[in-house]
């Protein structure tokens, strides 16, 4: 591995930051929650917690590589270079605000644009996945273990998800109708943690209808060293968003992209 990318030790001293700001917020009733325009949302929310959290994981960053670019969803883009960060502090914020632990903070790293590490930390849960660089991993009150995707699975053996049901503006372009048909079951509101989960080998499909680069950069490199694929619908490269399809399993995938894409046959 490249030696000037950092350890994977600051991606967890960058989760512990975000953690203090996230954790304290988390299930408390006096959250102070805005919104931000975003075409086509009604609701799109914001917290305290994000802003703090990737306020933190920036200054943690500046401090220790100012030389380093960021992205972060609250801040937008500072620095340039190679190596640039990719924060989301709250990945999930609406089931943040529901109580519900399957939120996370994403943080990635791209070099010359491609994804080479990534974490999504849970601090409810004391759960982070993440990898550095070469492999995939995550760590719990159990100890550490490595990831390693399900393979060999069959279409009509597959668990898919997605975070909502397509709404009608994105159901044109892809048929989803058709996987949900074609797969074992469909869950739904699983956020990143349904990512980390299909990483993990518990879910086989997950398809994301209008990604920002910080919602999936982080994962990239997290299910991509664990053995699966990530791309967008088209089948490229998915590190700047847009309807992305995730896979345990490469080949799983290629049948995947073909029938959203509607190429499908019987």
Known sequence: MNTHFPDSAFLHELANVASQQTLPRFRTQNLTIDTKPKEGERFDPVTEADREAERAMRALIAARYPDHAILGEEFG?????????????????RPFLCGLPVWGTLIGLLHNGRAVMGMMSQPHTGERFWSDGERAWASDFHGQRQ?????????????????????????AQIDFATLVDRTRMTRYGGECYAMAMLAAGHIDICVEFALQPYDIVALIPLIEHAGGRVTTVKGERAERGGPVIASGCPALHEQVLEIVNGHHHG
């Open 77 to 93: 883009a500072s620095g340039d270079g190679p190596l640039q960060w990719v924060l989301d502090p709250v990945d999930g914020t």
């Open 147 to 171: 990831l390693q995707s399900r393979h060999s699975v069959r279409l009509d053996q597959a668990i898919l998800h997605t975070t909502a049901p397509p709404s009608a503006a994105h159901a």
